[in-house]
């Protein structure tokens, strides 16, 4: 009978065998983290979703660096976004920190992009890298400040479909008095003024490499002042190309700015339906503050007038890809501007 | 050659995740008990118990004392291609298109995975009802995508821009088991347990990240990390009863792991490769590993990248040993046959057991002059199974395995097991 009382323990101790819970992994639980970073430079991250990596040479001195979780706030995007405070807020970088972000639940998650609310004016970051597989953002930013990643709203996304279609807007209307001391000023972009009008469109061999493709954030602003037959000033055009790969799992960016300006040869031309900036140059390079001067041509401005139709510039930037082939092509991006004097 | 530059770089990838320090093993199956294809439980006698069951330490037919050293059982199987694949894989270059074309075919859309397990004994000693063991185990998976696997047979595409890295990804576990074992009788019944000691090698999950593919530039940069955790220590316990209704017939069953720990050390190591174009157009294999073990830093709980944070994610995942139950029976009708039976069930959770969560087992042996001859087949009950031969000659024993583990996204798991041990035992039987 003992035995039996034996064999009954060993089916007892059967039933009662368990594992182990799973060992929790030691990242910190807490939804903010502080950290004195030196020059060597170093790493924040919390659970919530964000990390800041800060690389050496960024900072001189040693800083008290904080990332922390906001509540959800609204936003001017799209849905309410998570918000994390790099601070102290305003801090400039001597290198650019990448932030990496996870990124939400959304169709249109290779258009998420990183925005920083700084000090000197929010920065919406359209060369952010998308990994939807890892479902991880990365940016770079070079001031602490309130970061968020947030899919654009409609108003900043101009999507290309095919290299001949491309989505426009209402036109937005240029003022210009001729005659004097006159000026022409354009100044699109920026949160709650968005550019209306614009065009994207690529080349159809970079589009047969993509999944899909869109400009983000484009900003324009400037400035032309007529005096007679000379004309000062300069205008600027910035954008972001995001493409979304064939694999369908990544999204890259190719982005670029453009800077127009007179030169010293430059004439003001008119005829009844257009007015002719002749030798302005283009000097066309990569987007931020040290982008990498790409191109430099001199070509006539072209600015219709109130009656004339289709008005517009067109700014390209242009590179070569691998084509079926294996030879390398031209492929290019551009952004084109309505453009109209009243 | 960039053909060639994306092979090495896909093998060196492998190599990194499957190898790079020595693999240490814990056994779970001695080549005699594989031979009879795990029906092992009531037949196991001397040091072959301490894994096994404790309990048979004090059955008739155990002997005095006995010492295996070494042995060793390693496990590897494939999804898609067989291992007779692997020459032709391992010299892809040499293989003719069609060739590699025919192995890919194997492939699914999903990718391949490899797995391995290894045990290694180093010592297993019994003298009467008192048992030691010190062993060492190894266990590794790594899947790869299937456009992985085109980069490394037929190399890149200049104007392919669809690669996908899926779920390439790998994980591993080392570590050691030393085990102390006891038997009693009690009454007709032998009872007995096993404390295990288990020191944690190295803990691995390892993933590669989809790639950044630069139009302009024509440039691609692959991020491959691995997040480590070294060391750590657990402990476990395993209870056993054994009963002999009749001389010649057995029944054997034990719990292994009835109670159990397993902490993992929190001192987490982080390995970083960036493959550039540079790397795929002058392949240096042996230097792209140098670079991913001189890449090693430590991480601290709140500086770890989002991307480290995501690839570390599943490290402790059931990184455990599970309670397992078994009960076997053996059944001697000659002096020189044995037959064995057993049943093998997973009563928890736990990835550092073998990958069946139940099994069951027929077996027999047989002496003949100078040798003794084994086989046996197995199956999960579901849809893997296996089938096992072996020898024992004088002190060495050998047994060997196919094994067929299902099929998965239309093409199968296969592999094989092997296994070797020097087994010395006194003729002189305990009573």
Not at chain 2, 249 to 255: C, E, H, K, L
Request: glycine fraction near 10%; aromatic fraction near 6%; charge should be negative.
């Amino acid at each position: 009978m003992k035995y039996d009382f034996l064999l009954a323990g060993m089916a007892a101790l059967a039933l009662g065998a368990c594992s182990p819970d799973d060992q929790p992994l030691p990242f910190g639980t807490d939804d903010e983290v502080t950290k004195v970073i030196g020059s060597e430079g170093g790493t924040l991250s919390i659970p919530a979703g964000a990390s800041v990596m800060i690389p050496a040479g960024a900072l001189d001195v040693a800083v008290t660096v904080e990332l922390a979780v906001r509540d959800l706030l609204p936003t001017i995007y799209t849905a309410d976004a998570l918000f994390f405070d790099v601070s102290p807020v305003g801090t400039q970088l001597n290198v650019p920190a990448e932030v990496q972000i996870r990124i939400p639940d959304s169709d249109d998650a290779w258009l998420a992009s990183v925005v920083n609310h700084t000090p000197s004016g929010v920065e919406e970051i359209g060369n952010t890298r998308v990994d939807l597989a890892a479902g991880i953002a990365a940016a770079d930013i070079r001031e602490f400040g309130m970061l968020a990643l947030v899919v654009p709203g409609a108003d900043a996304v101009f999507q290309v479909s095919t290299a001949t279609a491309s989505q426009t807007l209402a036109p937005e209307a240029i003022e210009v008095v001729i005659g004097g001391t006159d000026s022409m000023t354009v100044g699109c972009g920026t949160p709650g003024d968005r550019c209306d009008g614009l065009t994207a469109s690529a080349s159809a061999n970079l589009l047969a490499r993509v999944e899909d493709a869109a400009a983000i954030f484009p900003v324009v602003n400037g400035i032309l002042r007529f005096d007679g037959n000379t004309v000062t000033g300069e205008i600027d055009l910035s954008t972001s190309f995001r493409l979304k790969m064939e694999s369908g799992q990544i999204a890259e960016n190719v982005t670029f700015s453009a800077h127009v300006e007179p030169t010293a040869a430059t004439v003001v031309t008119e005829t009844s339906t257009e007015i002719h900036l002749t030798n302005m140059v283009y000097r066309i390079s990569e987007a931020g503050e040290s982008g990498e001067e790409i191109n430099q041509f001199v070509d006539t401005l072209v600015i219709p007038k109130a009656d004339a139709a289709d008005g517009s510039v067109t700014v390209s930037r242009d590179f070569q890809i691998q084509g079926e082939e294996g030879q390398l092509e031209n492929a290019s991006v551009s952004i084109t501007v309505p453009v109209q004097l009243f | 050659m960039k053909t060639m530059s994306f092979r090495g770089i896909g093998f060196a990838l492998l190599l990194a995740a499957i190898t790079a320090v020595p693999s240490l093993a814990q056994v779970s199956l001695t080549p005699r008990g594989m031979g009879m294809g795990g029906a092992f439980v009531a037949v196991a006698r001397g040091q072959e118990v301490i894994f096994l069951n404790p309990a048979n330490l004090t059955l008739p037919g155990t002997p005095q004392w006995s010492l295996a050293f070494p042995q060793l059982v390693v496990t590897g199987t494939m999804l898609g291609p067989s291992f007779g694949d692997l020459p032709d894989i391992q010299n892809f270059d040499e293989a003719s298109d069609a060739r590699r074309q025919e192995i890919l075919a194997t492939i699914p859309e999903s990718g391949t995975e490899l797995n391995y397990d290894l045990r290694f004994p180093a010592v297993a000693w019994q003298v009467g009802h008192l048992a030691l063991g010190v062993s060492y185990g190894s266990i590794g998976q790594h899947t790869v995508s299937r456009d992985i696997v085109e980069l490394i047979f037929e190399g890149y595409e200049d104007n392919r821009t669809d690669y996908s890295v899926g779920n390439t990804a790998g994980s591993r576990a080392t570590f050691w088991d030393i085990a102390l074992a006891y038997g009693r009788k009690v009454g007709p019944v032998s009872v007995g347990a096993t404390g295990h000691y288990i020191h944690g090698g190295t803990l691995l999950r390892s993933r590669l990240f989809e790639p950044r593919i630069d139009l302009e530039a024509q440039d691609i940069e692959v991020d491959y990390l691995s997040v480590l955790a070294r060391g750590g220590q657990g402990f476990g316990l395993d209870l056993g009863a054994a009963y002999q209704p009749m001389p010649n017939v057995t029944v054997s069953g034990a719990i292994s792991n009835i109670v159990s720990t397993m902490d993992w050390s929190e001192d987490l190591v982080v390995r970083d490769l960036t493959l550039t174009r540079a790397d795929f157009d002058n392949p240096e294999p042996l230097d792209i590993l140098d670079r991913y073990e001189e890449s090693e830093r430590e991480v601290d709980s709140d500086g770890a990248t989002l991307r480290e944070m995501e690839t570390a994610e599943l490290l402790y995942s059931e990184a455990y040993f599970p309670p397992i139950a078994r009960l076997g029976a053996a059944w001697q009708p000659r002096g020189g046959t044995q037959l064995g039976v057993s049943v093998e069930k997973h009563l928890g959770d736990g990835r550092l057991a073998g990958p069946w969560d139940q099994k069951f087992a027929l077996g027999v042996q047989q002496k003949i002059p100078l040798v003794t001859l084994r086989a046996g087949v197995a199956t999960d009950l579901d849809s893997s199974s296996l089938i096992s031969g072996g020898i024992t000659i004088g002190v060495l024993e050998v047994g060997v395995a196919k094994l067929n583990a299902g099929e998965f996204d239309g093409a199968s798991r296969s592999g094989w097991i092997g296994s070797f041990g020097v087994n010395v035992e006194t003729p002189q039987l305990i009573h």
